[in-house]
C-alpha cells in the first residue's frame, strides 16, 4: 500500500465489541439487533465494524443500500441484511445475496416479485410506514391498500414493518410517545397479515429512553460507535460505550517564533509571546474542517494544545508553548484519548456546529482506518 499517511483514523475493535455487547445487556437476550452499518459503519469501516459485531453476537445488519450489502456478502457476513433505504434498480442483486429490502413503493415491490419469480423463491420484505417522521415511508393511510397489493405477489410476502422517529433525542419532547402510539394501531390493524412478521423503530436514542419501544427488535448505529446520539443522554443513559475510533496524526516540525508573528493564511492569529507552533500535517482535506478555526485543540504528551491560525488544506499548528519536550516525530490525537487528556467526537462536533455522527463519518471517509484490538495488545494495527 506504499507509505502510510501520517494521518489516521484508528478503529479499535474490542470497543465496537464492548459496545454491542452494552445494547445486549440493555435489551435483553432474546431481542433482534440490528447492527446499523451504513455509512461504512459511520466511518469505522463497513466490512471490520461488521465483523467485530459479528464477534459479539451480531446476526443482523442494517445498511443503506444494495451496494453495502453485497460488500457485506462477498466479505463472507452471513445473517440477515435489511437495505434501510430499499431497492431501485438492484432487486436482482438484493435477491441474489439475500438481502432484506425496506419497501414503500409498488414499483420496487413488482421489481423483487418478479427477480424472486425467475429465481424461484419468495421473498421476505419489510414494509416502511412513516408514522412522522416525513422522510421515507409510506403514510399510514396506504398501509391496507399496500399490503393488499403486496399480498397480490406470490413470492413475496411479510417480513417486518418499520418506522423511525424524528426527534426521539429531543429533551422533554411528547411526540415520540405519539407517533409509537399510532405506528402499534397500525401494527394492530394488520393482525394476521404476515406470520412471523417483526416490527422495530428504536434506534440507539429511542433503546437508552424508552424500553417499552424496542419492539421486537432495534436499531442501534451510533450507539455502536461508542457515542451517545445526544450529550444529555450520556448523563442517564444506562450503557456504557468506549469511542471505537481515534484519530491522530504526526508532528512535522516544531520551531519557536517571537511575539508578533502572524501565522497562517491571512494572519488572523498573531503570538502575544515568544511562542512554540507544531506544525501538523492535517487540514480541512483530511477532514479538520477551516470552520475549527479558532476553537480546535489537539492532544501533544497528553496535553491540550490550542491551534493557531487558519486550518489549511492540509496543515495547521498547535501552540505548544506550554508542553515541554514536544519533537518532530511525535504523535497527536485530534481525537480520542492520548495520556489523561481525551478529545471527544461531541467537542469536536461543537467546534464545527455539526452532531459527532457527522464528525465520525468525515474522519473516516477522509483518511486511511487502521484496525487494532485493545484487548489483544500485543498486535501491531493493520492497514
Ligand atoms: C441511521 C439509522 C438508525 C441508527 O440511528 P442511531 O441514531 O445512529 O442509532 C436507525 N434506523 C434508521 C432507519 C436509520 O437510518
Same mark, same amino acid.
Given at each position: ?49 461488521a ?12 445498511v ?12 463472507? #457476513? ?5 437495505v ?14 439475500d &438481502? ?10 413488482e421489481?423483487?416479485?418478479? +427477480? ?39 413470492? &413475496?410476502y ?19 410517545t ?8 397500525? &401494527? ?12 422495530? #423503530? ?19 448505529? #451510533? ?15 444506562? &450503557? ?71 486550518? +489549511?488544506?492540509?496543515? +495547521? ?39 459527532n455522527?457527522? #464528525? ?5 471517509s ?12 500485543a498486535?501491531?494495527?493493520?492497514y
Amino acid at each position: 500500500m506504499g507509505t502510510p499517511s501520517w494521518n489516521r483514523v484508528e478503529v479499535d475493535r474490542a470497543a465496537l465489541r464492548h459496545n454491542f455487547r452494552q445494547v445486549r445487556k440493555l435489551v435483553g437476550p432474546s431481542l433482534g439487533i440490528l447492527a446499523v452499518v451504513k455509512a461504512d459503519a459511520y466511518g469505522h469501516g463497513l466490512i471490520p465494524a461488521a465483523q467485530s459485531f459479528a464477534e459479539a453476537g451480531a446476526t443482523a445488519f442494517g445498511v443503506a443500500e444494495v451496494e453495502e450489502g453485497v460488500c457485506l456478502r462477498q466479505a463472507g #457476513i452471513t445473517g440477515e441484511i435489511v437495505v434501510m433505504l430499499g431497492v431501485d434498480q438492484g432487486a436482482e442483486e438484493a435477491v441474489a445475496y439475500d &438481502l432484506t429490502p425496506v419497501v414503500y413503493t409498488l414499483e420496487a415491490m413488482e421489481a423483487l416479485a418478479a +427477480c424472486a419469480a425467475k429465481g424461484g423463491c419468495r421473498k421476505g420484505v419489510q414494509i416502511k410506514v412513516d408514522v412522522g417522521m416525513g422522510r421515507l415511508g409510506i403514510l399510514p393511510r396506504e398501509l391496507e391498500p399496500f399490503l393488499a397489493a403486496l399480498r397480490r405477489f406470490p413470492n &413475496l410476502y411479510l417480513a417486518g414493518i418499520a418506522s423511525h422517529f424524528p426527534k426521539a433525542d429531543a429533551e422533554g419532547d411528547a411526540t415520540t410517545t405519539d407517533q409509537y402510539r399510532l405506528f402499534q394501531e397500525l &401494527l394492530a390493524g394488520i393482525q394476521g397479515a404476515g406470520d412471523g412478521r417483526i416490527s422495530h #423503530i428504536a434506534n440507539s436514542a429511542t433503546l437508552m429512553r424508552y424500553p417499552e419501544m424496542h419492539c421486537d427488535m432495534v436499531r442501534p448505529g #451510533i450507539s455502536l460507535y461508542g457515542c451517545y446520539p445526544a450529550d444529555w443522554l450520556q448523563q442517564t443513559s444506562a &450503557l456504557d460505550l468506549r469511542p471505537g475510533m481515534r484519530f491522530t496524526t504526526t508532528v512535522l516540525q516544531v520551531k519557536e517564533v517571537p511575539a508578533g508573528q502572524g501565522v497562517s493564511y491571512g494572519h488572523r492569529y498573531v503570538t502575544e509571546r515568544p511562542t512554540k507552533l507544531a506544525v501538523l500535517p492535517v487540514g480541512y482535506a483530511d477532514g479538520y474542517l477551516r470552520r475549527m478555526t479558532g476553537k480546535a485543540e489537539v492532544l501533544l504528551a497528553g496535553h491540550r494544545a490550542p491551534i493557531r491560525g487558519m486550518i +489549511c488544506m492540509n496543515a +495547521c499548528m498547535a501552540d505548544v508553548t506550554d508542553i515541554p519536550g514536544v519533537k518532530a516525530g511525535d504523535a497527536a490525537v485530534l481525537l480520542g484519548c492520548q495520556g489523561a487528556g481525551e478529545i471527544r467526537a461531541e467537542e469536536i462536533a461543537r467546534w464545527s456546529e455539526t452532531i459527532n455522527y457527522e #464528525i465520525l463519518c468525515l474522519f473516516g471517509s477522509c483518511n486511511r482506518q487502521v484496525y487494532y484490538d485493545s484487548e489483544a495488545p500485543a498486535t501491531p494495527p493493520v492497514y
